[in-house]
């Protein structure tokens, strides 16, 4: 994605702006990001923006966090990214259905740090427990398709 600065960020997230801890923006690897996610110290919230494929603005969406932590090895694969992780390494991510008030929500079990982008291109170590051969063009296309499936559905899109 194209780099964005603090003030589009603030403007991303218009009504949820009050509840939004940016990121350090400096140094982040824009050209292997498809959307910009981080979480908040508390853990609690996660942020996600990108640019919306329909009207081609910076979009912010607010997401509940919970974590699923287990003690026992178990697999948990990423809804976006298909990253099959070998323990704890997913988290629960909820966001609010637009005009509903915050009384629906939609949730996903999804990479708990919101670094898909990098794990689809091998940059984060371990890599997945399962390999996959379909090329990257490819996983990029499907995991687009989620984020923007759940969007959508949300009216967030
Ligand atoms: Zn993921």
Known sequence: ME??????????FCEEAEHVV?????????????????VHPSGR?????????????????VLNRSGMRSTRPRLEM???????HNR???????????????????????CKDLD???RLRNLIEPRSYMGETLYLEA??????????RWLRKANRL
């Not at 940016?22 to 996610?37: F, I, Q, R």
């Not at 919230?45 to 969406?61: D, F, K």
């Not at 996983?139 to 923007?148: D, E, K």
């Open 45 to 61: 919230l996660g942020y996600l923006a990108l640019v919306s494929p329909e009207t081609g603005a910076l979009t912010g969406s």
């Open 22 to 38: 940016l990121p350090d923006l400096n140094g982040l690897p824009w050209p292997e990001m498809d959307y910009l996610g981080w």
């Open 139 to 148: 996983r990029v296309w499907r995991m687009q398709m989620s984020i923007h």
């Open 78 to 84: 990423c809804s976006w990214c298909r990253h099959v």
């Open 116 to 118: 898909c982008s990098l």
């Open 3 to 12: 780099p964005v600065t603090e003030a589009e960020l603030i403007r991303a």
């Open 88 to 110: 704890n390494g997913t988290a629960m991510f909820s966001v609010s259905v637009k005009g509903t008030r915050g009384r629906h929500r939609l949730g996903q079990v999804l």
